[in-house]
Each structure stands twice: as C-alpha cells, then as structure tokens.
C-alpha cells in the first residue's frame, strides 16, 4: 500500500500525464487509451527525459499497471542509463521479487555510473535473498571489483564465479582476466585467457586494450604480435590500443609498421586509428609528421585538435600549441576541458603565467560545465606558478581552491619547491602530502633531495628511515630506447646489459672530449653523502647517458637519437646531452616525466627552463 502522503504526490504526477499524451498523440493516435502497448511506445519516447519518465512511474502505479514487467523493466532500464541511480534504487527496492535480470540492470547501472561499491553491495543482497545469479551478473561485479582496487574482493567474487559454474562463460573469464591485469596480477590474467576454450577478437582486444591502460604497454605489443601468430585478425580497435602502446613506449619504428599493416588492411581511415596515430607521433616526439597527418586528415574532430595542441605543449612549442588553440578556435570547434588542460600545460612549461591566468580565468567563469576547472587544471596551474618561482602564490592558490586539494595538486608545488630550494615551504607541503599519500615514494625522494642539495644530511637519514617504516619504496630511474623493433632498457649503474662493455667504453670516450671542451660533472646532482669522486662515477652511469651511448653504438646516424626515460632528467644528464648532440651533430630527443628535450647543436629546446 502507499502511504497517503507519497499517494498524493503520485496522483499529482499522474494528472500532468495528459500533457504527454496530448505531446505525443500525433505519433501514438489523437484518442490514445492508457495500454502496455502505449506505455511502452511512451518509454521509449521518454527515455532521455528524468521527470517525464517519472510520471510515468505514477501513471503505471495508478492504474496497476506496475506489475508488469516489461514496463518497470523498460523504465529502470532508462534511469539507470540516464544516471539517476537514486530514484532507479527506489524503484528497484519497490518492486516483488524482481527477476536476476533486474538484479543485473540494477548492477550495471552502479558501475556505468561510477558507484562501484553499490554494486557489491546489491550483489550481496541478491546472495542474501537466494536469487541465483545468472552469466550475465558476474560480468558487472567483476567490474566493480576492479573499480574498487580491492583484491581480496576480486578473488572472492572468483570464488563465487567457480562456486556457480560459471568460470568458462566467455564473457564472465574476459572480465576476470581484465581484473587481474589491473590489480597487477598478470600471471593470473595470462593463466585465464591461455585456458580460454575460444580466444576470439574480443578477448584479444580486452587483453591488449587493458594493458595499455594499466601501464603494461609492453605486455600490449607482445599480445598483439601472438594475436597475429595466432592467425586472428586485427580490427581497428586492436591498431589503436597497439598504437597507444608504442606511444607509451616510445616506439615510433613499431607504431609505423603497426599503421602501414592497418593501411593494408584497409583499417585505416577510420578517424579514431587517425587520433591514436597522432597521440604516437606527439608521445615519440615526432611533431612534423604529427602536423602532417594533422593537415591530411579528412575528419577532425576535438580530440584530433587537442592531441596536437598537447603534442606541441610537451614537446617545449608552445607557441605552434597556441597558434593552433586559435586556429581551432576561429574554424569553430568548440575545445573541451583537454583542449584547456593541453593550452594549460603549453604555457606551464615556456613560463607564460599571464596567458595562462587569462586561459584559466575563462574556463573557471564559463557557464559551460564542459570547460569548467577540474582538479588537473588546477594542478597545472599550481605548476605554472610554482616552475615560474611564484611559490607562495602558488600556495595561496591551493589555499583558496573551491575543491579539496589532492595529492597531485600539493605533488606539483613540492616538486617546485624543489627546483628552487625553498626548504621552507617544502618541507610544509611535505608533511601534508606524507599524511595524504604516504606510499608515493617519490614526495620522500622530492624532500630528501632537497635536504641534500643543502648538505643536510642528517635531514637526509631522517626522510629515509620514514620511508622505510612507510613502506614506501623508491622507484628505480631507467631509460629505454628502440632497436630494430626491440625495447632496450637500461637501468643507472647496471652493467647487465650485453653490451655493457661497448656502451661504458663508449661512455669513456664521449667524457674526455667533453671535459677537454670544459665540462664539469655536476655532483650536486647526486644526493648521497660521499666523495666527489664516487659522485662522478656515478652520474657517469646514470641511464640516460648508457642509453645514449647505446643508440651511438648501434644506431643510423640518419636518425636521430630517441630516448624514454621514466624519471626527470637531473641537471648533469641535460649538459650532457646538448655537448653530445654538438659533439656527435646527432639529434637526441628525450622524453622525461614531465616532457620532452630536444638537443641540438648543443642547445635543448626546453631552453634550459624544466
């Protein structure tokens, strides 16, 4: 029964229904009687209208017909696509017995709506009540699990799934590897898609799109060249989540054989393999044929503009980024909040605090929600402000944020106080980001560096022994380079590699010219408390220099030297490169953390402000 106050307001819903008849009665006849057949015909009308499909909820209920379940289906089903999980929750807790395809719609709603933690929780109701879940439930809480970054859930809900028997259904075994890859796990994912009975394009696309995703764009190549051994043939999903690997990856030798096998395949003209193709070249540091393909591109569309205008922005162009936000802007494209946040990072990384207050003060007074600030404009403005020297301001901008600062915002002010020394205000910002955040190695590293570039070294010992009581462990510096379609990896100090003899040798020989040139290491990059000596030896190991010593010994001097490093380039490393690229005539292109490096003739592009 209803209670008298929520009949009321039903019945006052239900009056305003002759309005929507009268709407819709030159498509449904002028003397429409209130049938299934005619609410259904209604819904689906309705379907992208909140209110409207509210009172047809009080329609149904008033004249009984609610209990049929095509049409609460039908409704639930729309309000849950629309995100309005509240009232869809109400509806689905009203109902007598729902059926577990109601349970799953419920559930899916949840998750396509970012609330993954109802969706376990309805899922352990459903459980309660002894509702017996179906192949299509599993697929749902599987992905809710992965959402939450929980894996003791996930290895529950995979007990569940083995429990029920349903551990071979195709789609419910893609979602269990997918969870495992983004939990880290992929001896386990790899397990699940080998035992698959049919490895088909989906779960080779699943596979390879999730590595990409998580970080493993290494394990994305390898699966996409078994997927060819394996004689499936690719779509042009998989060339784009292979081209966003070997942007990743640095790789642009592979990601041009990726596209020219896509080309003779005929797979690509579609305009998303076109985006990711431009995300390649700007992620490889290849502008000029990123621009080229730009201009040849039959379609464009926003995200083809914002890749380039983010291209050019960690490539050190900001002013080419600018001119095109402009061009953009005059051709009428409308720029979205990536547009912005690309223009943002033009200006953090050239210094242009004016023009980046100007863009920033647009976006925060614009009525339009698409290009308001989120938190990753607000942290490239702190970085703005912060490279620029403008600490406190900096500071004060955070202070006076309308949203809760993250970890990434206060991130970006430590790494600022950092490049200029303010021990001060970053030791502040330290201990809030170590009550924030700390795991995340890299805010002890950041403080600790800059206790040690001021010799304080008891300071030093200090941020080392939180650290190891934190568990936080500091991520090992390396670079990588591409050879004949192969990823080399060098980490600093490793002598592992088989030509570690070559490249020290190598190594040796540039040093001396460059000291009889005047070079002189720059030991106050290394932070530990030893000899000057020791310290020399050690920044002549650092892997960006073994990387480029590599590429020397085995690469074309037609082309120029490419270098990923995963880490920022300390100020040693950035001497090093330009008196090479003088030394050699040979371009070195590095992409640190932050952006990328163009050494030539001696100078960088970054115009030694990084």
Not at 228 to 255: F, N, Q, R, W, Y
Not at 284 to 290: H, N, R, S, V, W
Not at 493 to 522: F, N, T, V
Request: proline share 3%; glycine share 8%.
């Amino acid at each position: 029964m209803l209670s008298r106050e929520r009949s009321t307001k039903v019945f006052r819903l239900a009056l305003n229904f002759s309005n929507l008849l009268h709407a819709h009665g030159s498509s449904i006849g002028q003397s429409l009687p209130i049938t299934k057949q005619a609410l259904t015909t209604l819904l689906q009308s309705c379907s992208s209208h909140p209110s409207l499909l509210k009172q047809l909820h009080a329609l149904l209920l008033t004249t009984g017909l609610s209990i049929k379940n095509a049409l609460i289906t039908q409704l639930l089903t729309s309000l849950t696509l629309l995100g309005d999980m509240s009232y869809a929750r109400q509806l689905f807790d009203e109902m007598h017995k729902p059926r577990p395809f109601l349970w799953n719609t419920i559930m899916k709603g949840y998750v396509k709506n970012g609330i993954p933690d109802e969706a376990v929780s309805v899922y352990g109701k459903m459980r309660h009540l002894g509702v017996r879940p179906d192949p299509f439930t599993f697929p749902f809480v599987i992905k809710a699990c992965a959402e939450l970054a929980e894996l003791w859930a996930g290895l529950g809900m995979h007990g569940h799934v083995v429990k029920h028997g349903l551990e071979f259904v195709a789609a419910v075994r893609t979602e269990l590897m997918i969870m495992y890859v983004k939990f880290g796990e992929l001896g386990c994912a790899e397990f699940l898609f080998g035992s698959m009975v049919e490895r088909d394009l989906v779960a080779w696309n699943a596979l390879i799109a999730v590595c990409v995703q998580t970080g493993f764009s290494s394990k994305a190549l390898q699966s996409f060249r078994e997927m060819g051994m394996a004689g499936i043939k690719p779509d042009s999903v998989t060339v784009v989540s292979a081209l966003s690997a070997c942007g990743h990856l640095g790789c642009l030798e592979t990601g041009e054989e990726i596209y020219e096998f896509a080309r003779e395949e005929g797979i690509d003209s579609n305009i998303i393999v076109h985006n990711a193709r431009l995300d390649m070249y700007a992620k490889c540091g290849d502008m000029d044929k990123a621009m080229n393909l730009f201009d040849e591109m039959p379609q464009r569309n926003v995200i083809s503009w914002s890749t380039v205008i983010g291209g050019y922005a960690i490539n050190g162009e900001s002013e080419k980024a600018l001119a095109l936000f402009s061009r953009m802007k005059n051709q009428g494209v409308q720029p979205n909040y990536v547009t912005f946040l690309a223009v943002l990072s033009a200006c953090s990384h050239t210094g242009r605090v004016n023009e980046g207050w100007q863009y920033f003060n647009f976006m925060a007074q614009s009525d339009d929600k698409n290009i308001q600030p989120r938190k990753e404009h607000y942290a490239c403005m702190v970085d703005l402000l912060g490279r620029s020297g403008h600490l406190e301001e900096a500071y004060n901008f955070i202070k006076s944020m309308p949203i809760e600062a993250d970890p990434g915002i206060w991130g970006a002010l430590l790494g600022a106080c950092a490049i200029h020394q303010n021990i001060k205000l970053g030791q502040h910002v330290a201990d809030l980001l170590f009550e924030l955040a700390p795991e995340i190695a890299s805010y002890h590293v950041l403080l600790s560096n800059m206790y040690a570039a001021a010799g304080r070294w008891h300071c030093v010992e200090k941020v080392r022994q939180r650290m190891k009581k934190k568990g936080a462990r500091k991520v090992a510096a390396y670079s990588s380079v591409e050879f004949n379609g192969e990823i080399h990896i060098l980490y600093g100090g490793d002598k592992s590699h088989p030509q570690s003899a070559s490249i020290l040798a190598k190594l040796e020989d540039l040093l001396k010219q460059m000291k009889s040139m005047g070079y002189i290491p720059e030991t106050d990059s290394v932070f530990h408390d030893v000899e000057d000596e020791e310290k020399e030896s050690t920044l002549s190991t650092h892997s960006e220099k073994l990387a480029i010593a590599f590429s020397l010994i085995n690469g074309s001097p037609k082309f120029p030297i490419r270098v990923m490093k995963n880490l920022r380039i300390c100020g040693d490393c950035h001497t090093f490169c330009k008196l090479v690229s003088r030394i050699t005539m040979r371009e070195i292109i590095m992409r640190d953390k932050n952006r990328f490096h163009h050494f030539k003739n001696g100078i960088c592009s970054c115009k030694d402000f990084w």
